[in-house]
């Protein structure tokens, strides 16, 4: 009889520390992915991040593509608004499945209302996202034209992107506290962190390609 209680109560602790291991994974997997990396190619990202607002957030989500973006500002540009996409995408899925809820006795009527303009305002948010790094993976470097207005378009909806996204954390400041709330909330704040980086790491990039475009001659009569 003790030995199946005493084998009752580690199991539960068994699991525990896989799921414990499980959820550290990624992050190791992250940290070592990082260190891998070219350090010139690192060092050209991280002076990069610290010019954006959420720098060791920037870094840290960018810094394991470094060696496909060795120093080339086109290429981190076009990654960042990928990693930003990506994570908007499992936010919105986050997002849907508490929407499932919307009928549930759970969800006060104010935070169901909130919780579903918030999906909506967030499935904008990814339909510009996608926009730009579609814009992004076609960039026509042969014409500074052509170039400019693909950037101004992805500025624009990046800058859009992220007015939809702290849009959604904005209309639950009148709901009451809850764990929805705060879940919610706290997820979209991330990407919205992520989004904020995106776009000044294309402002960076537009940035330097005016400064490197050549001055127009003066006509002559």
């Not at 967030?122 to 014409?143: C, G, K, P, W, Y």
């Not at 009148?174 to 919610?184: E, L």
Request: aromatic share 4%.
């Amino acid at each position: 009889m003790a030995a199946t209680t005493t084998t009752t109560q580690i199991q539960p602790l068994l699991l525990s520390l896989i799921s414990i291991s499980l959820l550290l994974l990624p992050a190791i997997m992250a940290v070592n992915s990082c260190t891998d990396q070219d350090s010139n190619a690192t060092d050209f990202i991280r002076s990069n991040c610290n010019e954006t607002l959420y720098p060791d957030v920037c870094y840290s989500s960018l810094c394991r593509y470094a060696t496909a973006v060795q120093q080339n500002q086109a290429k981190l540009a076009r990654v960042a608004v990928a990693v930003s996409l990506s994570k908007a995408r499992r936010i919105s899925a986050y997002i849907s499945n508490h929407s499932s809820q919307l009928n549930s006795a759970a969800l006060d009527n104010g935070t169901a209302a909130v919780l579903k303009d918030c999906k909506s305002t967030f499935s904008d948010a990814i339909d510009q996202m996608v926009r730009s790094n579609r814009e992004m993976l076609h960039l026509d470097l042969t014409s500074q034209e052509s170039l400019q207005f693909q950037m101004n378009n992805v500025q624009t909806w990046m800058s859009a992107a992220l007015t939809n996204e702290n849009t959604c954390t904005d209309e639950f400041d009148d709901v009451p506290d809850g764990s929805v709330k705060s879940d919610v909330c706290d997820q979209v704040e991330n990407v919205s962190k992520l989004t904020s980086n995106a776009l000044a790491l294309v402002n960076r990039f537009v940035a330097a390609t005016e400064a490197a475009a050549p001055a127009l001659a003066p006509t002559t009569s």
